[in-house]
């Protein structure tokens, strides 16, 4: 009966391993845990979509979930069998060597760092992103930067975006203040 199990347990495995999603999925996991809205905006896939994979990962024992507030962030779990261990980490490093699966890594380095989403995690209000680190006046208090609102973005005039580069200070600063 044991046996049994052991072959249900393994054939659980490999067949999470076996779909183009959940390798996409896993491949994102690699290093850090990641929230659902992140998978959402790489793979461009649909949050039940992704959630349908992430269970599916999940019921196999290869990822776990973490929720925070309305957020539920999934991580990697590494499988306590010396087998599967070994079998998972030559298949995240066989999609190391994937290019299209650094694009996924490359789009999500880029999407989990712009400010909108910071503060959608954070819950923090967006004048708190100021594009230069806040810098004491005569008074104390620091210089807000306008937050423009567009109601129809057709309508819109062009601005000059800041760069990442130029929201780093900030995007340090809010980091400092979550931990």
Not at 30 to 52: A, H, M, W, Y
Request: hydrophobic fraction near 40%.
């Amino acid at each position: 009966m044991k046996n049994s199990d052991s072959l249900e347990s393994m054939e659980k495995f490999y067949m999470a391993l076996a779909d183009k999603t959940r390798l996409r999925l896993l491949n994102l996991m690699r290093q850090n845990e990641v929230c659902v809205c992140f998978f959402t905006e790489v793979l461009g896939d649909s949050q039940p979509k992704i959630s349908r994979h992430l269970a599916y990962l999940r019921n196999a024992g290869i990822v776990q979930a973490r929720r925070d507030g309305k957020w539920v962030h999934y991580s990697i779990v590494w499988p306590e069998d010396d087998g599967e261990r070994r079998m998972l980490e030559t298949a995240l490093d066989w999609l190391a060597e994937k290019e299209d699966l650094r694009l996924d890594l490359e789009k999500y380095e880029t999407v989990c760092c712009t400010p909108e989403l910071l503060v959608q995690i954070a819950r923090t209000p967006i004048d708190f992103l100021d594009t230069e680190p806040a810098v004491a006046s005569v008074n104390n208090t620091p210089n807000p930067k306008p937050v423009r609102r567009v109601s129809n973005p057709v309508d819109a005039e062009s601005i000059d975006e800041p760069l990442f580069a130029e929201l780093a200070p900030a995007h340090n600063e809010l980091e400092e203040f979550l931990l």
